[in-house]
């Protein structure tokens, strides 16, 4: 393995004159990049994945946006936030990063600027988020984020906002943008105290670039891959297994083609429930993500074996994990910002029994993860797999698009699991009195290989899960009945140890075929949430325990992010409604 790294100290920048939107800052003297890279030089080229998402960049695709709830005793002045914005981009050098060819490759290149794209937007929250998620980056020129705070209604004695903070996947994951939040929320909290030291830049971290990590014996597995990669995906459809043979249907091409369209379905266990499924992983010895594989497969040959009446057993269930790949790098890199994740497929054939001994499963699924994550270095192995194949799957799912026919999909689900945030973004800082209440971050892709995307993480003590699923390759009704499924039986698993519990709160059936649940019924949001942000925060949980906070250790096993194409949100709610009305989250795709 061999690590290029740049970057090593960050001089003491300014604290006065923060850059506004379009305004320029100061990048610094420091020689800080390993190598002499001065403002407007050349860094590093682009690995394999960098390369997929600068494309994608060109079109709106492959945007992350995080949406932290911010809550304060103190006024979130608009200057103040600016100000942390800049310092934080002044010590984070991915965020002066831009990409340019150069020998006919694709290369970072340092900005001559920090330029800070940031302004007060008073739309609501999914008018915002809609905005940046399927917005458009000059990839040649910078800067590669932008960020909006969205002012909120408040009682007299708090202070309460949105900041909506968005970085093109190039140069950022699931890891990096909680450890951009966590910055950020310590350089909020130190600019807000009024007789503080003043913002303080923690020890910065530097740029890094993996390669030469594929052994000469790993070229076998990788061939072979890449052979059945081609005959699947390319040259021919795997979408019939995909679809279990019409048990979950894909939608019908519309005539001319419509835009296809994101929605977003997600929920919080309650800190009771997640404490218990935390202790069954803990008693069973495997991860809250191989739960997470389990139930998500039981869901989905459930509802497809029900939809369409026909047999799913022996259908293999392909789930695409997305991994961290810094858990391959040393420790003191390990939460160095930039792209690095990579992929493990894992194919499972359906089976009668897993339901009824869904513990059985798991512990297959964890085994198998361990071997694949360890050992068997499977992400590692796929890394040469991403540029080629990626590209060649966008791009042909592209081209159907423009002729209305049915993209190509390989697996029924990519997850994203970024484990327990406790030890990483707490939402709390000893520095000052501002605290992140809620965290959403938001995926979607139209391009994507998959019909679903199944987010996880947990924050201040409960478990998130939200799917991502795609207009354009499942229907609302499929799509809903799903995730009513993996949440209910979730729920039931934390709370009986079972999926077929029977009791009078049993809530596992699977939801009426025949009618179309788009969306959920959301009872009340914890006590501190309710008035806070009615539009984007929902809960399937009706216990109010939200003062236990997580106390188990931060899992890095699936510490990782996948983040699809860009796209908009459209928040469907009415604040004023009362608290168990349903609420919908679309997110048109922009192409």
């Keep these: 393995m061999v690590l290029e790294m740049s970057g090593v100290s960050l001089k003491k920048v300014k604290q006065e004159g923060a850059a506004s939107q379009g305004q320029e800052a100061p990048c610094g003297d420091d020689n800080t990049w390993g190598i002499e890279v001065e403002p407007g030089e050349w860094v590093r080229t682009l690995n394999g994945i960098e390369t997929v998402f600068a494309c994608g960049g060109r079109h709106g695709c492959f945007n992350t946006v995080t949406t932290l709830w911010l809550t304060s005793p103190l006024p979130l002045q608009p200057h103040l936030i600016r100000h942390a914005l800049t310092l934080l981009a002044q010590q984070v050098k991915v965020l002066q990063l831009h990409v340019s060819w150069r020998w006919l490759r694709l290369w970072f290149r340092r900005m001559k600027h920090v330029i800070v794209d940031f302004r007060v937007d008073d739309r609501a929250v999914g008018d915002v988020v809609s905005g940046l998620v399927g917005s458009r980056y000059n990839m040649e020129r910078g800067p590669l984020w932008r960020a909006r705070l969205v002012p909120l209604p408040a009682p007299p004695d708090r202070h309460r906002a949105v900041l909506v903070l968005a970085v093109q996947h190039t140069i950022t994951d699931g890891l990096s943008n909680m450890i951009l939040s966590r910055d950020l929320l310590h350089l909020i909290n130190t600019t807000l ?112 074996g029900r939809r369409g009446g026909v047999d799913v057993a022996g259908t293999e269930v392909t789930i695409c994990n997305c991994v961290n790949f810094r858990r391959y790098i040393p420790p003191h890199l390990a939460h160095t910002p930039g792209c690095f994740i990579s992929l493990e497929d894992r194919e499972v054939p359906a089976s009668a029994d897993d339901e009824k001994d869904v513990w059985g499963l798991v512990t297959r699924l964890n085994t198998s993860l361990r071997h694949s994550l360890g050992p068997g270095r499977i992400p590692v192995k796929n890394t040469p797999l991403l540029r080629m194949i990626t590209l060649m799957v966008v791009g042909l799912n592209r081209a159907l698009s423009r002729m209305n026919r049915p993209h190509r999909c390989d697996s029924h689900m990519i997850t994203s699991n970024m484990g327990n945030l406790s030890g990483l973004l707490p939402g709390t800082c000893s520095a000052g009195p501002v605290q992140v209440a809620h965290m959403v971050r938001t995926v979607s892709s139209e391009m994507a290989c998959t019909p679903f995307m199944l987010a996880s993480h947990t924050f201040r003590g409960r478990l998130l899960i939200s799917l991502d699923y795609y207009t354009n390759k499942i229907t609302p009704t499929a799509a809903s009945q799903v995730f009513y499924c993996l949440v209910s039986m979730m729920k039931c698993l934390g709370n009986h140890g079972s999926l077929t519990h029977d009791g009078p709160d049993a809530d596992t059936t699977c939801p009426n075929t025949h009618h179309d649940h788009t969306t959920f019924t959301y009872t009340t949001p914890p006590q501190d949430y309710h008035t806070f ?52 989250t679309t997110i048109t795709n922009q192409t």
């Design 193 to 304: 105290l009024p007789h503080g030291p003043g913002p303080t830049l923690s020890p910065h971290r530097p740029i890094i670039s993996l390669t030469n990590m594929v052994k000469p014996g790993d070229w076998p597995y990788i061939l072979s891959m890449l052979y059945k990669k081609m005959s699947t995906s390319i040259l021919t459809s795997k979408n019939k297994t995909i679809y279990f043979g019409g048990g979950l249907p894909y939608p019908s091409p519309s005539c001319p083609p419509v835009p296809p369209v994101n929605r977003l379905l997600h929920t919080e266990l309650s800190v009771t429930t997640t404490e218990a499924l935390l202790a069954r992983c803990r008693a069973a010895k495997v991860t809250l993500h191989a739960v997470l594989l389990a139930v998500a497969q039981v869901a989905l040959v459930r509802v497809a």
């Design 533 to 584: 942000n009615n539009d984007q925060y929902f809960t399937c949980e009706d216990d109010q325990d939200d003062h236990d906070y997580d106390k188990y250790n931060y899992n890095h096993d699936h510490n990782h992010n996948h983040q699809d194409n860009g796209s908009t949100i459209t928040t469907l709610n009415n604040p004023a409604t009362p608290s168990n009305t349903t609420t919908t």
